[in-house]
Structure formats: structure tokens, C-alpha cells
């Protein structure tokens, strides 16, 4: 088993962090550094750092919107790198659709957003996966989708996008979703999206907080046994 000694997560926004997943991280060990999206070359630092996993978050940004966030075209060259080294990189929300892009996808706007709580449903290879820890209602907010990259092995779905996680080789993860989220921070993206939930049809914050309250804790602790097993695969 290879030794993980750090980790890099490329942040977009200040409250979509790694939640749950720092903790998983630091009890194994592992150092975790934030690097902020925007500020600073983010190819040259991570390069200089070569981190054992770079973990790309999510943000209200699309993939290929480019021309307005110049960096977004660094993240993708940082991730088409790793790939090629076939180095562990996991993207979340807009990380999968990165790693999508990097790969060659296409990535557009959905039918509709999808915003708020609810199950995804398993591929017969995610049954395989580490994402089957996954049973519980995983927080959706995203208005972007993917196809799913060559090569790449489907992983879960929901009606609105059938793309929802994939995986690339034992190296690379996507997913469209996110598990990382604590309850405790939810106030924090109610505020920071406020205008996109004011613009999303059908969508509320009081039932986002509801089912925040229900949900957050039993993905929590899915959310460690799901990191936990996924970093054993990508350290044999």
C-alpha cells in the first residue's frame, strides 16, 4: 500500500469544501491543503506540491465556461496530467464535469436543475463500487450535465441526468452529486446560492433545510465509509 501523505482540493467557493471528507482524510494522516480557484497559477502549484490525490470541488461555474474563468482551462490541463499519469483525482458537482471536459465529453445544461435531496440510482457496475455505500438521499445542485466520457464506466443515474458518477479506471472519479456536504454548513450554501434557488422552479429553501435535518446525518457516516473505500482502492 502506497503511503498518502497529501492531499490538494481546488476550491471554487469558500462554503462547498470537504466537509465530511477532511475529517476521513486527516485520521488516515493525510495532510489537506486548499488551494482557492482564481488566485495564484493552480497548475504550477499543484505540480510543485505533487500531491498523492487532487480532489476538484464544486462551483457555480460550468465547465466550459472558459473565456470568463481562465483558470477553469488550468484545472483541465492540471486534471488531463494526472490522468495521462494515471494519478488519483476525484471531482465533485463541477470536478466531475472537469474531469468530464478533460476528457473529451461534452458537458451542457440539463432539462432542468436539480437542486435539493434525493437518491441516485446504481449501474451494475456502482453495485461494485464504492459508491453503493451510498443509499441515502445525496444533496443535488447542479444545472450542468455530461455525457459520459470514453472509456469511462458508468457508475449511477437519477431521471434528470442519467450521468451522475463514473469512474476511470481505478484512478478517477466523477460525481455529479454531492456527499461531502454537512448539515451543519447548509445555512452556508442557502446564502451563497440564494439567487439560484430564487430562480430554480419548485425549489425552496424551508424543504432544502426539512430535508437537510433528515437526511445530512445518515450520508455523513455513508460519506466516511464511501471515502474510506474508495482511498483503499486507490492505495493497492
Known sequence: MIEMTEVVAIRHVAFEDLGSFERVLRERGIDVTYLDAGQGRLLEQVTRRSPQLLIILGGPMGACETAAYPFLEEELALIRARLAREKPVLGICLGAQLIAAALGAKVYPAEA???????VDLSEAGVDSPVAELTAPVLHWHGDTFDLPTGATHLASTPVCRNQA?????????LQFHVEVLGSGIESWLIGHAY???????????????DTHRHASLLESQSRRFLNRWLDDVLT
Open 113 to 119: 436543475k436539480e437542486i435539493g435531496w434525493g437518491n
Open 166 to 174: 463514473f469512474a476511470v479506471g481505478s484512478h478517477a472519479l466523477g
Open 196 to 210: 439560484e434557488i430564487s430562480q430554480a422552479v419548485g425549489v425552496s429553501v424551508a424543504e432544502i433545510r426539512a
